[in-house]
């Protein structure tokens, strides 16, 4: 396989951020996104999130260190060259309010010169692509659409010219909570099916934990505390900050990370037949939840071709898996 594969697509050294009046956004970050992740930065306010988001396109020009994007130095790159391998989705969605739906799409496309035909084929396969009919929604304007079907324009347009990288600044922050779950499970579903490198700001913990292949959590001055899997950063906060941020429920934030290990669990008995039974692949939260509503304080989990059941009393063990260690 070309070594390319292997290298990260963004990789930040020592980059850091000073402002004329002495203020420091961001501190020497060092910080590596692979191919194909999604990166979730989560913080406080004046953690340098966003600034560290904006850096990565250049909307804010780092003070020192070096930031690059599949092994070129940014700032060794025109901006236009670099913006056209980034799309960009902000959490107010940013659209024209004056341009139809369609036209928004479109936006990058024309930008780069592509003809008629070819601009509209794409825009039709976008809108599709993010579950909103061209038919119905391609000559709306954005105050006729709700605050869901914005963001999806949103997305719709920042993945027009297909680049390999998506910056995402509070995408759902706006949405109200219920159609924010739908659309981060169709966005999570999305990006794996188009193996697009993510970077998104949040500070919602929850929605890090469920989006995030890697966690960058920072804290005030841009320091980083821990960058790794969720799942490590729920089971062994490196920081008494990180350990504080994650708060008190972190365990039942890990639950919902950390699949049954089928070979953990004890043999199904010959009374377990009537058992309810989830899948292979089922995170423990969704296991206790079935335990809890089961006569027999039992769930059976199966699949290929091993099964076994949990009781309420297994939970702990099963909860507390070496977790493995992402690279930071």
Not at 213 to 232: C, H, K, S
């Amino acid at each position: 396989m070309d070594d390319s594969q292997h290298e990260p697509v963004i990789a930040l050294a020592g980059v850091s951020k000073t402002y004329p009046d002495g203020t420091v956004a961001v501190h020497e970050l060092d910080l590596a996104v692979p191919r194909g992740e999604i990166c979730v930065l989560v913080g406080p306010s004046g953690c340098g999130k966003t600034t560290t988001l904006r850096m990565i396109n250049r909307l804010v020009e780092p003070s020192s260190g070096t930031l690059r994007l599949n092994g070129t130095d940014v700032t060794r790159m025109k901006v236009e060259e670099l913006r056209r391998q980034i799309g960009y989705v902000i959490q107010a969605d940013g659209l024209f309010p004056h341009w139809t739906v369609r036209r928004n799409v479109a936006t990058t496309c024309r930008l780069l010169g592509w003809e008629a035909g070819r601009t509209g084929s794409r825009v039709d396969e976008l809108l599709e692509l993010v579950g909103l009919d061209p038919a119905d929604h391609g000559d709306r304007y954005p105050h006729q659409l709700s605050g869901g079907q914005r963001q999806r324009v949103g997305v719709a347009r920042a993945l027009a010219a297909d680049p390999p990288v998506l910056l995402m600044d509070e995408p759902f922050g706006a949405i109200d909570p219920i159609a924010r779950d739908r659309l981060q499970a169709e966005f999570h579903a999305l990006q794996r099916r188009l193996g697009t490198t993510v970077v998104m700001v949040t500070h919602d913990l929850d929605e890090a934990v469920r989006l995030g292949d890697r966690i960058a959590v920072m804290r005030q001055g841009g320091y980083l505390e821990q960058y790794d899997t969720p799942a490590r950063i729920l089971a062994e906060p490196a920081t008494e900050f990180v350990t504080d941020f994650v708060g008190e429920d972190r365990l039942l934030k890990l639950m919902a990370v950390t699949a049954v290990d089928i070979e953990a669990l004890a043999p199904v008995q010959p009374e377990d037949v009537h058992l309810p039974t989830l899948p292979a692949g089922s995170t423990l939260r969704e296991a206790v939840i079935a335990v809890l509503g089961s006569p027999a304080a039992r769930v059976g989990i199966e699949g290929g071709g091993r099964s076994g059941a949990l009781p309420m009393a297994d939970v702990r063990t099963v909860l507390r898996p070496d977790v493995p260690t992402g690279p930071t």
